[in-house]
């Protein structure tokens, strides 16, 4: 797992940041271990450079976006006002982390939760 991201950017920089839309690979290339997005079909080393750029990029942001969203689940989980509440030990375990990033996880998903406008 990686490590929560200190805040580089502003977090309206970073919520803007979205993940490019992605193609999803044909059923048949699942038989085909060297078959990627279609990577190896294009001959063009400045088209594939784009492509696997594109691909990368969108990657990043959505590990980036999944981990915002482990990390509000782990601050809601643990949550003292929650009458289920879960220990940082039990969230370590479940998410498959050390306690000490467990609890950071949940500091981040704090600071993301005090960050959200409420609800209407």
Same mark, same amino acid.
């Given at each position: 797992?990686?490590e929560?991201?200190?805040? =580089?950017? #502003?977090?309206?920089a970073?919520?803007?940041?979205r993940?490019?839309?992605? !193609? /999803? @690979?044909?059923?048949?290339a699942?038989s085909?271990p %060297?078959?990627f /997005?279609? &990577? %190896?079909?294009? %001959?063009?080393?400045?088209?594939?450079?784009?492509?696997?750029? %594109?691909l #990368?990029?969108?990657f990043?942001?959505?590990?980036?976006?999944?981990?915002?969203f =482990? $990390?509000i689940?782990?601050?809601? !989980? $643990?949550?003292?006002?929650?009458?289920?509440?879960?220990?940082?030990?039990?969230?370590?375990?479940? $998410?498959?982390?050390? @306690?000490?990033y467990?609890?950071?996880?949940?500091e981040?998903? &704090?600071? !993301? !939760?005090? @960050?959200?406008?409420?609800?209407?």
């Amino acid at each position: 797992m990686s490590e929560p991201q200190s805040a =580089q950017q #502003t977090p309206d920089a970073q919520r803007r940041m979205r993940p490019a839309r992605l !193609l /999803f @690979e044909p059923e048949a290339a699942a038989s085909d271990p %060297e078959h990627f /997005f279609d &990577l %190896e079909s294009i %001959e063009d080393p400045g088209r594939l450079l784009d492509r696997s750029t %594109e691909l #990368t990029l969108a990657f990043r942001a959505a590990a980036d976006r999944a981990t915002e969203f =482990q $990390a509000i689940a782990a601050a809601q !989980l $643990a949550d003292p006002g929650r009458f289920d509440r879960v220990s940082i030990a039990a969230i370590a375990e479940r $998410a498959e982390w050390s @306690e000490d990033y467990a609890k950071r996880m949940v500091e981040f998903g &704090l600071e !993301l !939760l005090n @960050e959200q406008p409420p609800r209407e």
